[in-house]
């Protein structure tokens, strides 16, 4: 019993100053998260969008229109959607995340990737190289670990392949800064196509 209190005030008080500490507790809590939201420091579960979904009320060139034609006369084509890369700066900044010291203790961002109008993905980064002009980046599907490769330029192109389920997505450059991702039917590919393309289809 503290000095000055009866036997029925110190077990109040000693409750009401343990509430005080928890309050304190939580407050030190939410500041510290607040100063690294702040800071930018990146969560496991942060996501930065590779990719954002062309609006059908979006102009197309007329080379991307013969892009998308050729595509979709592909007796392997599935369905080709038309995306336009987001700030490549922000973009180049997640995919490398860590690699050249920054910030290297906390794990890379996952990254949002579209692939038609109603699915897109979440990939999260395994390893990455720098070969030559561009960036490697390999990855998997969050949830399922199905394979991802990435060729990533600093002007914002990107190429490669993403599984999905059953299903295999392909990553073109179409020009203007806009990609191309196409679901290919692995089934209908031709025997003789090019072991380039072959590599990254895992």
């Known amino acids: 019993m503290l000095p000055g209190t009866s036997a029925t005030e110190g077990p109040i008080r000693w409750r009401a100053c343990g509430a005080c500490l928890a309050v304190a507790f939580a407050s030190l809590s939410a500041f510290h998260g607040a100063h690294q939201a702040m800071a930018g420091?990146?969560?496991?579960?942060?996501?930065?969008?590779?990719?954002?979904?062309?609006?059908?009320?979006?102009?197309?060139?007329?080379?991307?229109?013969?892009?998308?034609?050729?595509?979709?006369?592909?007796?392997?084509?599935?369905?080709?959607?038309?995306?336009?890369?987001?700030?490549?700066?922000?973009?180049?900044?997640a995919l490398t995340h860590g690699m050249h010291g920054d910030r290297a203790e906390t794990p890379p961002p996952l990254l949002r990737i579209p692939l038609n109008a109603t699915s897109s993905v979440a990939v999260r980064r395994t390893s990455i190289t720098h070969e030559g002009d561009h960036y490697v980046w390999r990855g998997e599907v969050e949830g399922s670990g199905q394979p991802v490769t990435l060729m990533w330029w600093s002007d914002g192109h990107v190429s490669g392949s993403i599984r999905h389920g059953s299903r295999l997505f392909m990553v073109k450059g179409a020009t203007g800064g806009m990609h191309e991702v196409v679901e290919i039917a692995r089934r209908k590919l031709p025997p003789d196509h090019a072991p380039a393309n072959r590599d990254i289809l895992h």
């Open 41 to 93: 420091d990146p969560k496991p579960s942060r996501e930065v969008p590779l990719f954002e979904m062309m609006a059908p009320s979006e102009p197309m060139t007329a080379r991307q229109k013969d892009m998308m034609s050729l595509d979709m006369s592909s007796r392997a084509t599935m369905g080709v959607s038309m995306s336009k890369t987001l700030n490549p700066v922000m973009v180049e900044k």
